[in-house]
């Protein structure tokens, strides 16, 4: 499973994705802001780098876990407490 580099626990949510799992090499860019596999002019490569952002913020964490051609899967972690430091 590929982290965010977050560091989450406490509250989880998963969701998968059926017949779409991206290759291992794309993995550790799927967060970074304007990788989109999608063609040109169709995919911004914004939506998961702002979901990542907005996880963050609370200092949770995002994994994917993918097997090509079979599966993705997003697992968002959110810790229960309210971090003590909090940006704006
Ligand atoms: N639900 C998903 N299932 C499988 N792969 C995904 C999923 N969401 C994103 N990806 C992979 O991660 C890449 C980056 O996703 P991201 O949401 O940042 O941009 P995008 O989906 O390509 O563009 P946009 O969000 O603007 O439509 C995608 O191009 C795709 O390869
Ligand atoms: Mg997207």
Redesign the pocket.
Known sequence: MQDGAGRGRGWCSR?K?TA???PST?LP??????????GRG??????????YGIVREYDGAML?E?VPGR??R?RIELPVHKPARVSA
């Open positions: 969701s994705t779409s799992g991206s794309d860019r799927i967060f970074d802001p304007f990788f989109t596999t999608k169709k995919g911004t490569g914004l939506g998961l780098a702002i979901s994917v993918s599966f993705t997003f």
